[in-house]
């Protein structure tokens, strides 16, 4: 009895794996070629996602590197590592790539080579999450276009080449095809904090108080509250609301703060006001891997003042 159900178990899990790669090389297929005589490192596939596209050089904020332009989709998404050939080069890699997507005419969305691209560090470990793309910053192409220009469905496709140190060169390739619907988030009090968030990328929230740099939990799910009140928050309820009924949704806490003390002081004072607001979520059953906190102190130039006393933001990832 055991043998069989271990047969059948082992039968399942092929099947899967079987049928995930078959969606790996259609999504692929259908979009671009490999390299000639690349070989496939790793690859997965995840049918229903909300993926960001750099479609802009890194800069740093709070400690993290953010694309200066970002594209949100969401839809099926397949991720391929290639090791290339050693007889090949990064550059042959590059113009291979660029000379696919300008033949099939496919819409240029962002490009960048070598030191331009920022730091490879970053491109690794924040942005695409895979050390093996670390190497020389001089090393490195990324190439970002969408399939059919104009058309709202039409596939991504992005490209990361690298050297590395030990001159074995991989190309990253990320595939995103939109879905046919795009999702809707759920609104709890006219959707402010939805519409804002899909339009913008970003929303403040809206009646968040510290006392001590601690929230104050009167601005969470528990708070009494009176309907005209409802009516006109934003805030941390619509939040944990909206993240516990989209397992996709992943945001940054970030917290701003100014008053009158050093640079220093004010940054780690705001970090520690987006670390409760994350805790609070936390609270709420909300997974650690969809939130992170980062406190910024006054360096954000628009943000001055009573503005700054008590403001927190929340922004997509």
Request: net charge negative; with cysteine; charged share 20%.
């Amino acid at each position: 009895m055991f043998r069989i159900v271990y047969t059948v178990l082992l039968l399942l899990q092929t099947s899967l794996v079987l049928a995930q790669q078959s969606a790996i090389d259609l999504i692929t297929d259908d979009v671009m070629e490999a390299f000639p005589e690349s070989v496939i490192d790793s690859n997965s596939y995840t049918p229903a996602t909300i993926h960001q596209i750099a479609l802009g050089i890194l800069q740093g904020i709070s400690g993290v590197a953010v694309p200066e332009e970002t594209r949100r989709v969401s839809g099926a998404l397949s991720k391929t590592l290639y090791e290339i050939p050693r007889e090949y080069s990064g550059d042959d890699v590059y113009r291979f790539f660029q000379g696919y997507f300008e033949e099939k005419s496919f819409e240029r969305l962002f490009g960048c080579t070598g030191r331009t691209c920022g730091s490879s560090n970053d491109w690794a470990n924040d942005i695409f999450k895979n050390r093996i793309l670390y190497g020389p910053v001089q090393n490195q192409y990324y190439l970002a276009y969408q399939m059919s220009p104009g058309n709202p469905v039409s596939p991504y496709v992005t490209v990361y080449i690298i050297t590395r140190g030990n001159r074995r060169i991989y190309a990253y390739v990320e595939v995103t095809e939109p879905a046919k619907k795009a999702p809707s988030l759920p609104t709890v009090t006219k959707g402010k904090l939805a519409v804002e968030l899909l339009e913008n990328g970003y929303s403040v929230l809206q009646n968040i108080t510290f006392q001590d740099d601690e929230l104050v939990e009167r601005s969470g799910l528990d708070a009494p509250i009176g309907q005209d009140d409802v009516a006109e928050r934003a805030g941390l309820e619509e939040l944990i609301g909206m993240m516990l009924e989209n397992p996709l949704l992943e945001v940054y806490i970030v917290s701003h703060l100014a008053a009158d003390m050093q640079l220093e002081a004010l940054q780690r004072r705001s970090q520690k006001r987006a670390d409760s607001v994350v805790q609070r979520l936390l609270a709420s059953g909300i997974s650690q891997a969809r939130v992170s906190a980062h406190g910024v102190g006054p360096l954000v130039p628009n943000c001055t003042g009573e503005a700054c006393r008590y403001r927190i933001e929340v922004v997509l990832r």
